[in-house]
Protein backbone atom coordinates (compact mmCIF):
# COMPACT_ATOMS: atom_id res chain seq x y z
CA UNK A 1 0.00 0.00 0.00
CA UNK A 2 2.78 2.28 0.93
CA UNK A 3 5.27 1.60 -2.23
CA UNK A 4 1.80 2.20 -4.58
CA UNK A 5 1.26 5.45 -2.92
CA UNK A 6 4.53 7.05 -3.43
CA UNK A 7 4.44 7.78 -7.09
CA UNK A 8 0.71 8.69 -7.17
CA UNK A 9 0.68 10.85 -3.76
CA UNK A 10 3.51 12.74 -5.75
CA UNK A 11 2.46 13.04 -9.14
CA UNK A 12 -1.19 14.60 -7.46
CA UNK A 13 0.58 17.08 -5.44
CA UNK A 14 2.80 17.90 -8.81
CA UNK A 15 -0.49 18.19 -11.01
CA UNK A 16 -2.07 20.20 -8.04
CA UNK A 17 1.36 22.54 -7.94
CA UNK A 18 1.11 22.92 -11.48
CA UNK A 19 -2.77 23.89 -11.64
CA UNK A 20 -2.26 26.53 -8.33
CA UNK A 21 0.52 27.94 -10.13
CA UNK A 22 -1.54 28.85 -13.57
CA UNK A 23 -4.29 29.88 -11.23
CA UNK A 24 -3.19 32.38 -8.96
CA UNK A 25 -6.67 33.39 -7.72
CA UNK A 26 -7.01 29.99 -6.53
CA UNK A 27 -4.06 29.97 -4.32
CA UNK A 28 -4.10 33.61 -3.14
CA UNK A 29 -7.71 32.06 -2.15
CA UNK A 30 -6.36 28.94 -0.35
CA UNK A 31 -3.93 31.13 1.52
CA UNK A 32 -6.77 33.07 2.71
CA UNK A 33 -8.15 29.95 4.30
CA UNK A 34 -5.00 28.91 6.20
CA UNK A 35 -3.63 31.96 6.80
CA UNK A 36 -7.41 32.70 8.89
CA UNK A 37 -7.38 28.81 10.16
CA UNK A 38 -3.87 28.67 11.02
CA UNK A 39 -2.81 31.84 11.13
CA UNK A 40 1.22 33.23 10.19
CA UNK A 41 2.89 31.99 13.57
CA UNK A 42 2.33 27.67 13.50
CA UNK A 43 2.37 25.28 10.40
CA UNK A 44 -0.60 22.99 8.92
CA UNK A 45 -0.98 19.84 10.76
CA UNK A 46 -3.68 16.46 9.86
CA UNK A 47 -5.72 17.76 12.71
CA UNK A 48 -6.58 21.32 11.08
CA UNK A 49 -7.73 19.56 7.68
CA UNK A 50 -11.38 19.79 8.83
CA UNK A 51 -11.05 23.06 9.06
CA UNK A 52 -9.30 23.75 5.25
CA UNK A 53 -12.79 22.85 3.15
CA UNK A 54 -11.52 25.06 0.25
CA UNK A 55 -8.16 22.84 0.47
CA UNK A 56 -9.77 19.62 -0.15
CA UNK A 57 -11.80 21.26 -2.59
CA UNK A 58 -8.09 21.72 -4.58
CA UNK A 59 -7.56 18.28 -3.76
CA UNK A 60 -10.93 16.96 -5.23
CA UNK A 61 -10.39 19.08 -8.25
CA UNK A 62 -6.65 18.24 -9.21
CA UNK A 63 -7.58 14.61 -8.71
CA UNK A 64 -10.32 14.87 -11.04
CA UNK A 65 -8.64 16.81 -13.70
CA UNK A 66 -5.70 14.60 -13.27
CA UNK A 67 -5.88 10.94 -11.53
CA UNK A 68 -2.46 9.16 -11.20
CA UNK A 69 -4.14 6.35 -12.40
CA UNK A 70 -6.05 7.38 -15.89
CA UNK A 71 -7.36 3.81 -16.76
CA UNK A 72 -6.72 2.03 -12.55
CA UNK A 73 -5.69 -0.87 -12.42
CA UNK A 74 -7.27 -3.55 -14.58
CA UNK A 75 -10.26 -5.49 -13.46
CA UNK A 76 -11.95 -9.14 -14.92
CA UNK A 77 -15.49 -9.72 -15.32
CA UNK A 78 -16.59 -12.38 -13.12
CA UNK A 79 -19.94 -13.40 -14.34
CA UNK A 80 -21.48 -12.29 -18.11
CA UNK A 81 -22.80 -8.83 -17.60
CA UNK A 82 -24.32 -6.06 -19.93
CA UNK A 83 -23.47 -2.70 -19.19
CA UNK A 84 -24.57 0.18 -21.37
CA UNK A 85 -25.72 -2.17 -23.83
CA UNK A 86 -22.96 -3.92 -24.47
CA UNK A 87 -22.42 -7.59 -23.19
CA UNK A 88 -19.78 -8.11 -21.34
CA UNK A 89 -18.75 -11.61 -21.14
CA UNK A 90 -17.30 -13.61 -18.15
CA UNK A 91 -13.08 -13.43 -17.78
CA UNK A 92 -13.16 -10.14 -19.79
CA UNK A 93 -10.35 -7.53 -18.62
CA UNK A 94 -12.17 -4.39 -18.27
CA UNK A 95 -10.05 -1.09 -17.99
CA UNK A 96 -12.30 2.20 -16.29
CA UNK A 97 -11.27 5.36 -18.27
CA UNK A 98 -11.55 7.74 -15.14
CA UNK A 99 -9.93 10.30 -16.67
CA UNK A 100 -12.82 10.57 -19.53
CA UNK A 101 -15.63 9.91 -17.02
CA UNK A 102 -13.88 13.41 -15.12
CA UNK A 103 -13.99 15.31 -17.82
CA UNK A 104 -17.32 14.34 -19.69
CA UNK A 105 -18.90 17.53 -20.37
CA UNK A 106 -22.50 16.10 -19.93
CA UNK A 107 -21.78 15.59 -16.21
CA UNK A 108 -19.64 18.39 -15.52
CA UNK A 109 -19.87 22.04 -16.05
CA UNK A 110 -16.57 23.43 -17.69
CA UNK A 111 -15.01 19.92 -17.28
CA UNK A 112 -11.83 21.75 -18.78
CA UNK A 113 -11.40 24.50 -16.36
CA UNK A 114 -9.64 23.99 -12.78
CA UNK A 115 -12.12 25.37 -10.28
CA UNK A 116 -12.56 24.24 -6.79
CA UNK A 117 -15.25 26.15 -6.32
CA UNK A 118 -17.71 23.28 -7.64
CA UNK A 119 -17.11 20.88 -5.04
CA UNK A 120 -18.48 23.58 -2.64
CA UNK A 121 -21.17 23.83 -4.51
CA UNK A 122 -22.03 20.44 -4.90
CA UNK A 123 -20.60 17.87 -2.02
CA UNK A 124 -19.14 15.30 -4.13
CA UNK A 125 -17.64 11.78 -2.51
CA UNK A 126 -14.12 11.02 -3.59
CA UNK A 127 -13.75 7.41 -2.35
CA UNK A 128 -15.86 5.45 -4.70
CA UNK A 129 -20.01 6.42 -3.60
CA UNK A 130 -20.44 8.59 -6.81
CA UNK A 131 -18.93 7.22 -10.10
CA UNK A 132 -18.57 10.86 -11.69
CA UNK A 133 -15.04 10.96 -9.34
CA UNK A 134 -13.12 7.63 -9.09
CA UNK A 135 -9.35 8.25 -8.40
CA UNK A 136 -9.29 5.62 -6.03
CA UNK A 137 -11.77 3.25 -7.81
CA UNK A 138 -15.10 1.83 -5.97
CA UNK A 139 -16.70 -1.21 -5.03
CA UNK A 140 -14.52 -3.81 -3.51
CA UNK A 141 -11.80 -3.11 -5.54
CA UNK A 142 -11.48 0.74 -4.03
CA UNK A 143 -7.95 1.67 -3.27
CA UNK A 144 -6.84 0.54 0.06
CA UNK A 145 -4.56 3.42 0.49
CA UNK A 146 -7.24 6.20 0.10
CA UNK A 147 -7.35 7.65 2.83
CA UNK A 148 -3.50 7.80 3.39
CA UNK A 149 -3.25 8.92 0.03
CA UNK A 150 -5.98 11.67 0.53
CA UNK A 151 -4.47 12.95 4.01
CA UNK A 152 -0.16 13.05 2.16
CA UNK A 153 -1.47 15.20 -0.42
CA UNK A 154 -3.34 17.25 1.91
CA UNK A 155 -0.81 17.85 4.22
CA UNK A 156 1.85 18.46 1.12
CA UNK A 157 -0.15 21.01 -0.46
CA UNK A 158 -1.06 22.23 2.47
CA UNK A 159 2.11 23.34 3.83
CA UNK A 160 3.53 24.23 0.01
CA UNK A 161 0.78 26.66 -0.22
CA UNK A 162 1.15 28.24 3.67
CA UNK A 163 4.69 28.65 4.05
CA UNK A 164 4.98 29.94 0.09
CA UNK A 165 3.63 31.52 -2.49
CA UNK A 166 4.50 29.78 -5.29
CA UNK A 167 5.16 31.66 -9.27
CA UNK A 168 6.51 30.76 -12.65
CA UNK A 169 10.19 30.77 -13.54
CA UNK A 170 11.26 34.12 -14.53
CA UNK A 171 10.18 34.47 -18.25
CA UNK A 172 7.14 32.74 -18.06
CA UNK A 173 3.86 33.16 -18.10
CA UNK A 174 1.86 31.00 -15.98
CA UNK A 175 0.04 30.34 -19.73
CA UNK A 176 3.71 28.93 -20.64
CA UNK A 177 3.52 25.82 -17.83
CA UNK A 178 3.49 22.78 -19.79
CA UNK A 179 0.65 20.46 -18.95
CA UNK A 180 1.24 17.31 -21.44
CA UNK A 181 0.88 14.66 -19.85
CA UNK A 182 3.23 11.57 -20.12
CA UNK A 183 1.04 8.23 -20.72
CA UNK A 184 1.79 5.34 -18.78
CA UNK A 185 0.50 3.23 -16.11
CA UNK A 186 0.29 6.49 -14.09
CA UNK A 187 0.45 9.86 -15.66
CA UNK A 188 3.53 11.77 -15.09
CA UNK A 189 3.85 15.25 -16.42
CA UNK A 190 5.48 15.38 -19.68
CA UNK A 191 8.23 18.22 -18.52
CA UNK A 192 8.60 17.93 -14.77
CA UNK A 193 6.86 21.63 -13.33
CA UNK A 194 9.25 24.16 -12.18
CA UNK A 195 8.44 26.83 -9.76
CA UNK A 196 9.69 29.95 -7.58
CA UNK A 197 8.76 29.97 -3.85
CA UNK A 198 8.49 32.97 -1.98
CA UNK A 199 8.63 32.77 1.95
CA UNK A 200 5.22 33.97 3.63
CA UNK A 201 6.30 33.22 7.32
CA UNK A 202 8.22 34.02 10.21
CA UNK A 203 11.62 32.74 9.44
CA UNK A 204 11.76 30.57 13.05
CA UNK A 205 9.33 28.46 10.86
CA UNK A 206 11.10 27.07 8.25
CA UNK A 207 14.29 25.51 10.76
CA UNK A 208 13.42 21.76 11.49
Known amino acids: MITA?????????????????????VQKKAQEEL????????????????RLPYLQCIVKEALRLHPPTPL???????????????????GTVVH???????????????PLTFRPERFLEEDV???????????????????PGAQLGLNLVELMLARL??????????????????????PGVVTFMAKPLEAIPQPRLSTHLYAR
Not at 35 to 50: H, P, Q, R, Y
Not at 72 to 83: G, N, Q, R, S, Y
Not at 166 to 179: H, T
Open 5 to 25: GMDTSAISVEWAMAELVRNPR
Open 35 to 50: DLVIGMEDIVKETDFS
Open 72 to 90: MLPHKATEDVKIGGYNIPK
Open 96 to 110: VNVWAIARDPTIWKD
Open 125 to 143: DIKGHDYRLLPFGAGRRVC
Open 161 to 182: LHQFSWFPPEGLNVDDIDMTER
